[in-house]
């Protein structure tokens, strides 16, 4: 058997596990919210859930978009400016203090609190969703990088400042390629969580968007919605997670 049949085998044993996992869980809940009789207000059974998902598909599709499309553009700011933060603390290495306190500031900032000032000052348009969307996934992303851009071995280094390569040429020939690999992993965390934070910045004011589907339903006690909305965004961040994967394999094959 290859390494890559056998690689192949074990993710789809994965596969398999979770889904038998998440069935058990469905089943659970299923049958506990019937043997109690627990109000539909309170938790919704599994099949009340789905109903409600499958009665009005355009309308959970449609505010899907919406939020895919914020988390998108909020996942594309915060890594290019976390990978160009990077590369300047990776040329100025006595920037590296300063920038990471400030990064970690924003980062132990609740966002909770960032959004309704941002949607007060910026309006109920996209702009205050791309901003919490970059600024949730800008610091992922710049630790990571920065850990790779910083990975470069004493013997390499010395090498290429024999052959009297710059330190800019440093950067682009030798520490952006190891900084791939830490690039993908920083996408890992960070493209679910641009979903996250696309949703956050909605409940605090937009016409559309799952975060706008949760907040009504919240807003009326129709729970069934709220939970379809947290169905749709959980199977969105899987999808998320699995492209990166994906994308990772077919770019870094030299790995």
Known sequence: MTPSTESTRHSFSGVIFAAILLAGVFAFWEISVRLTDTPVYILPAPSRVAQTLFSQPLYFLEALSVTLGEALAGLTLGTLVGVLVAALVSLKPQ????????????KSTPLAAIAPLLTIWLGFGVLPKIIITALLTFFPTLVNVLVGLQSAEREMLDLMRVHRATNWQILIHLRAWLALPYLFAALRVAAPLALVGAVIAEWTGASSGLGRVMWLA?????????????FVLSLSGMGAYGLIIWLEKKVLRWK
């Not at 203090?97 to 400030?102: D, I, P, S």
């Not at 919240?218 to 947290?230: G, K, V």
């Open 218 to 230: 919240y807003s009326n006690l129709n729970l069934p919605p709220m939970f379809a909305a947290i």
């Open 95 to 106: 920037l590296e203090r300063g920038v990471m306190t400030l990064a970690i500031l924003v």
